[in-house]
């Protein structure tokens, strides 16, 4: 086949890889700059298929899969393990794509398979065949990937990479003894078909799996995140109870306490009495609400939060705007408020020195409701897409409370936001609301 035709195929197996890669990342680029980049990573791809060295086949596979690897991350975002695992998934399905082609065209024809490779006519009736194959179960693949949230730990990845990698080692060990057995018998061309099937059934079933473990792991996160949201909700509510106990008994005792103060000055007892009307006067203050903002919801969360600020040390300011009844349901709310301060109190817990405050802001603005929380902070933060992995050694049932807020407020259409700058720290969430008067 000529070289034109030869750096084709090259092309179209470089276009199959990013086609995978594409619909499973996220890139670092938009526009013209995205198309750009893909483009010539392509291309870039096609010509190190073509051109490079004449090495051992796996040891060609496992450069190109370095050298693809290292476009990709130039190229998307997201963890260099992620991006390993759709490069081989790609490379592995081009593989047993060329395999089953070959064997079958070889089996049928009763030619050497590598006979074909040196027939120009029967070389490009094999590779069409090889890559509508590979077209067919790409598009298989990404169908099912689309239905997957990959969000596991990081060593399931790698476990899954270090599994597709010998997968297709393996495949090329089969690639490079077909040509030996077959001059021995033309039979073994089905045998070896038969290999590549059942290599195929296997991966499938090692891809389902692993699709199993991530539905698993996201329904895991949903309850675990569902249990916060419930547990955040019981304690505003005992704090809520509490609360208006404190208040009751005060009222209930206002009777005995004006009779007592009633005698107090009666026996011209002013000093006892000022001090037992301060008494009263400080029990009152104790249960009035410290945020009135309109809404039963932000307020229950932001009293409650603010009296956990009080027993850690914790300097909270609150500048909040009048907040009429909202159509955000009440748990979507608390997942987004609680899970942001209590971030921030964590964040401040473990402050050795520095000034340690919250200040916040909420506000309805044209329709938005808009939700402002900066806090400082001393740990290290390890940010990428806008999210930040958990300082905490159990990260299998950590760092959901970003999460949880940024589900909470894409449900409805809203966006949440952190930066960080001269280690403060801020977070921003604006929800589009419908004001129910």
């Known amino acids: 086949m000529s070289r034109t035709i030869d750096f084709m195929f090259s092309l179209t197996e470089s276009i199959l890889i990013y086609w995978l890669i594409n619909c499973a990342m996220s890139s670092r680029f938009s526009g013209t700059k995205k198309t ?37 991350q130039i190229i998307y975002t997201g963890k260099i393990f ?51 194959l590979s077209v067919i179960l790409l598009m298989i693949f990404i169908y099912y990937f689309q239905k997957i949230k ?102 209930h005792d206002i009777n005995k306490n004006l009779t007592n103060i009633s005698y107090l000055l009666k026996q011209n007892n002013i000093n006892d009495s000022v001090a037992y009307i301060n008494a009263i006067t400080k029990a009152l203050e104790g249960t009035k609400s410290i945020v009135n903002c309109g809404n039963d919801i932000i307020d229950a969360i932001l009293n409650y939060k603010i009296a956990v600020c009080k027993l850690h040390n914790l300097d909270i300011r609150i500048d909040i705007d009048h907040i009429p009844h909202l159509s955000i349901d009440p748990i979507d709310l608390t997942a987004i408020l609680a899970n942001i301060l209590d971030n921030a109190i964590e964040a ?14 909420i506000f309805c603005y044209k329709n938005y409701l808009s939700i402002v929380v900066k806090n400082p902070y001393s ?33 409805y259409g809203g966006s949440f936001k952190i930066y960080t700058e001269n280690s403060i720290f801020s977070a921003v969430v604006m929800l589009p609301i419908e004001i129910n008067l």
């Not at 899954?160 to 080692?169: C, Q």
């Not at 401040?348 to 802001?361: F, K, N």
């Open 36 to 72: 750009f980049a893909i483009v010539l990573a392509i291309l870039i791809n096609a010509a190190f298929i073509q051109y490079v060295p004449d090495f051992p086949i796996t040891a060609r596979f496992l450069l190109y899969f370095i050298f693809s690897l290292i476009l990709s």
């Open 82 to 132: 992620i991006k390993a695992f759709f490069i081989l998934v790609a490379n592995y399905i081009i593989l047993i794509s060329d395999i089953i082609a070959g064997n079958f065209a070889s089996y049928l024809i009763k030619i050497n398979i590598q006979n074909i490779l040196n027939v120009s006519i029967t070389s490009f009736a094999f590779s069409i065949l090889a890559k509508l």
């Open 150 to 251: 990959f969000e596991i730990p990081q060593r399931y990845w790698i476990i899954m990479d270090v599994i597709v990698l010998f997968l297709a080692i393996i495949l090329q060990f089969i690639m490079e003894i077909s040509p030996i057995l077959q001059e021995e018998s033309s039979e073994y061309s089905i045998y070896i078909f038969g290999i590549s099937i059942g290599f195929l059934i296997i991966s499938g079933l090692v891809i389902f799996f692993f699709g199993e473990i991530c539905f698993y792991h996201e329904k895991q996160k949903e309850n675990y995140i569902l249990s916060m949201r419930n547990h955040s909700l019981e304690q505003q509510l005992n704090y809520h109870e509490s609360a208006t106990a404190d208040l009751k008994r005060v009222r």
């Open 348 to 361: 401040l817990d473990i402050m050795e020195t520095g000034e340690r405050y919250i200040s916040g802001r």
């Open 379 to 411: 740990h290290q933060l390890i940010m990428e897409n806008n999210k930040i992995d958990t300082h905490k050694a159990d990260k299998l049932h950590h760092g959901y409370g970003l999460a949880s807020i940024r589900s909470s407020a894409e449900k």
